[in-house]
């Protein structure tokens, strides 16, 4: 990382005060700028200014106050939905899990944001960024600690400020000198055009992975957070004393008179993959949006199985009970509804998990999930009396369309929701495009099989339902005898068709 400190002065008629900016970039094309005005420098509160810029080939950058996502004051930039400018989204981090939109954070996006030649920038000022929700900043003192976190990817587009978003790919902690932010007006706004500026730099930390967190050592040293530079002429001259608490699990603490060694240079990373001082990061591993195979896992499986009940077996079941004329058909119909509900229910609990560490339950697909399950609760009782009080008296009842209806809306409305699940989760453009030809093939051929039985129910032609031909022919005289007409619920063999 690059630690930048520019001096802008603010052309014209402002005010000959100075205004400082201190800037910090992850990457040459990756920075994050932060100016506090004198005011709110000398009382620890007030406005600051604060400025995030990085390629459109990222689908979003971040900066957070605090040095971890819990607890954090985040600020997130994507592209707007025309794509020509810059939505700015602050978020409280409650952990590794998606940061909610943060309603009561007093911002906004100044002169010179937007997008051009290919970068995105957000010149922003916080009017609030002393307290929040979660903890608080102290622009008095000389320095504090931020976070940052870069996802590569498609833009978003979007104007919404609680734009779903997926795991970032790196993120790091760093520190701001805020001692050397301070100076300048805070009507002054530090990053409009026409400032004067000069810069200097020097080096600093690199980019920390974003399944790796700090360690947090038994002793009273402090973990280290890099290896001394590489070295093909043996290791530095003092060697640090960091604890073997910093590297559980054996094999990663300095060794004899130097550290580790790799291919006759020193070691940089942990087996594991992080710099020293950092460790893979099991609740990272959970985190929603990807990034990690486990959570990837439970998301494909989720997917999988809600497909295979409503876009297959749920829709399967349906069709055969209309078109089909076998023995023990209805049979056939109730296994595959209740093999069906039962995938939908393993999906419905993996569903309602990944919602809640997401805390995406109160969005869209969730609730229709919710919704699906309680339809479908009912199902099989509506099935039964459906099943016994048409055999009793001939003909549908309020539970025969309660079944029917109910289970055609489920089936449908299910397929929808897959759709709507694969936009949560942003999968890709083919995963899309193949679930929308399937479902949407499948949907027809539901709907084209629910209209054709219907129409052979009002010619008298009988739906494909099993019953033995000698209780309907008895059925058939004592409903003549009534003089009440009787729906048929099986094959006419008489007539040699339905």
Not at 226 to 234: F, K, V, Y
Not at 251 to 263: A, K
Not at 399 to 407: D, E
Request: glycine residues 12%.
């Amino acid at each position: 990382m690059k630690a930048v400190v520019v001096a802008a002065a603010a052309l014209g008629f402002a005010p000959t005060a100075y205004a400082e900016i201190v800037q910090s970039c992850p990457s040459s094309d990756v920075c994050y700028s932060l100016s506090i005005p004198d005011e709110t420098a000398s009382s620890g509160k007030g406005d600051i200014y604060f400025q995030l810029s990085c390629p459109t080939s990222n689908q979003y950058v971040a900066l957070g106050q605090g040095s971890q996502m819990a607890g954090s004051n985040m600020f997130v930039m994507y592209t707007s939905a025309d794509g020509t400018n810059v939505t700015v989204s602050p978020r409280i981090g409650t952990g590794n899990v998606m940061p909610l939109h943060d309603t009561s954070a007093d911002i906004e996006v100044l002169e010179g944001s937007g997008v051009s030649n290919g970068i995105m920038t957000a010149n922003v000022r916080c009017s609030n960024c002393d307290s929040w929700s979660g903890g608080s900043m102290d622009f008095s003192s000389s320095s504090a600690t931020w976070i940052w976190a870069i996802k590569s990817g498609s833009s978003l587009d979007s104007d919404d400020l609680s734009e779903n978003i997926g795991m970032h790919d790196s993120a790091s902690s760093f520190t701001f000198d805020l001692s050397s932010a301070a100076g300048g007006s805070a009507d002054v706004n530090p990053f409009a055009s026409g400032s004067n500026a000069t810069t200097t730099s020097k080096s600093g930390s690199g980019t920390i992975p974003a399944t790796c967190t700090p360690i947090t050592s038994t002793s009273s040293t402090a973990c280290p957070t890099q290896w001394p530079p590489n070295s093909a002429d043996g290791p530095p001259a003092s060697r640090p004393t960091w604890p073997a608490s910093c590297f559980p699990g054996g094999g990663h603490r300095w060794r004899g008179s130097g550290p580790p060694r790799e291919n006759n240079k020193l070691k940089q990373k942990r087996d594991d993959g992080c710099p020293a001082g950092y460790e893979a990061n099991s609740a990272a591993s959970s985190y929603p949006g990807g990034g990690s195979s486990n959570w990837n896992t439970l998301v494909l499986a989720h997917g999988v199985l809600a497909c295979l009940a409503f876009v297959a077996l749920f829709p399967i079941g349906g069709i055969l009970i209309r078109v089909a004329n076998f023995t023990g058909l209805i049979w056939v119909h109730a296994a595959l509804q209740i093999l069906a509900f039962a995938i939908y229910i393993a999906a419905f609990g993996m569903g309602v998990y990944l919602a809640m560490q997401a805390r995406l339950i109160g969005s869209t697909h969730p609730i229709i999930g919710i919704v699906l399950l309680i339809i479908l609760v009912g199902q099989p009782i509506f099935g039964w009396l459906h099943h016994k009080l048409f055999k009793k008296y001939g003909h549908r009842t309020l539970w025969s369309y309660l079944h029917l209806w109910h289970g055609r809306a489920a089936i449908l409305l299910g397929m929808v929701n897959g759709g709507l699940g694969l936009a949560l989760a942003r999968a890709g453009r083919s995963a899309v495009i193949a679930y929308s030809v399937v479902a949407g093939v499948v949907g027809v051929v539901y709907i084209a099989a629910a209209v054709m039985g219907e129409m052979r129910r009002k010619r008298r032609t009988p739906p494909s339902y099993e019953k033995s031909q000698r209780e309907y022919r008895r059925d058939d005289v004592s409903s003549h005898e009534s003089g009440r007409r009787r729906e048929y619920y099986g094959p006419d063999e008489r007539r040699g068709r339905w």
